[in-house]
T-cell receptor, first 110, second 114 residues
Framework: RKEVEQDPGPFNVPEGATVAFNCTYS??????FFWYRQDCRKEPKLLMS???SGNEDGRFTAQLNRASQYISLLIRDSKLSDSATYLC???????????FGSGTKLNVKP | NAGVMQNPRHLVRRRGQEARLRCSPM?????VYWYRQLPEEGLKFMVY????????ESGMPKERFSAEFPKEGPSILRIQQVVRGDSAAYFC????????????FGEGSRLTVL
């Protein structure tokens, strides 16, 4: 079983739409959670950390449900520049390794 | 450029040759991670190193692959006797002492095995 599972998409949405991505992780001992963004043929970059209480950064909201081992990312008012692959990332307490999901591809259309 | 530097950006090798990929972490970072990404797939953890120490190599194939991070100089991922299946993008990331949660990635080294 994979450590982190994501719906690969693609999600094709019009500008201004709200879109949500989900991610599940298998290890209940996982401690830290993140969303990274990867543009085509580029390196991943941190989008935001995910905190137990949920957190928001502008148009982006991340939620964590430890009981269900589930992480979500909500993007409001999608922009063309949001088109990318979004990677769910999970790490144990000692940060020895960061487990990446395969990513969910988002295409925002004009 | 204060970012993570990887070289070469592109490397072409014939089957059986050796590939050496180098990674210089960000200034002040002493932790390096190597990941492999196959086309249309996610990043697969390979190895986690600190200066002069391999902390976790559970993602490294048992044969042909090795990694080091010497006291001086860049971290090196070495692939001996490459095969076509080794063709991938190899990303290096560095982080400050564990706990920050953020990995800073280099632009990757794209290996093509003919």
């Amino acid at each position: 079983r994979k450590e982190v599972e994501q719906d690969p998409g693609p999600f094709n949405v019009p500008e201004g739409a709200t879109v949500a991505f989900n991610c599940t992780y298998s290890n209940s001992a996982s401690q830290s959670f993140f969303w990274y963004r990867q543009d085509c043929r580029k390196e991943p970059k941190l989008l935001m950390s995910v905190y137990s209480s949920g957190n928001e950064d502008g148009r982006f909201t991340a939620q964590l449900n430890r009981a269900s081992q589930y992480i979500s990312l909500l993007i409001r008012d999608s922009k063309l520049s949001d088109s990318a692959t979004y990677l769910c990332v999970v790490t144990p307490y000692n940060f020895n390794k960061f487990y990446f999901g395969s990513g969910t591809k988002l295409n925002v259309k004009p | 450029n204060a970012g993570v530097m990887q070289n070469p950006r592109h490397l072409v090798r014939r089957r059986g040759q050796e590939a050496r990929l180098r990674c210089s972490p960000m200034k002040g970072h002493s932790h390096v991670y190597w990941y492999r990404q196959l086309p249309e797939e996610g990043l697969k953890f390979m190895v986690y190193l600190q200066k002069e120490n391999i902390i976790d190599e559970s993602g490294m194939p048992k044969e042909r692959f090795s990694a080091e991070f010497p006291k001086e100089g860049p971290s090196i991922l070495r692939i001996q006797q490459v095969v076509r299946g080794d063709s991938a993008a190899y990303f290096c990331a560095s982080s400050p002492p564990p706990g920050s949660g953020e990995l800073f990635f280099g632009e990757g080294s794209r290996l093509t095995v003919l």
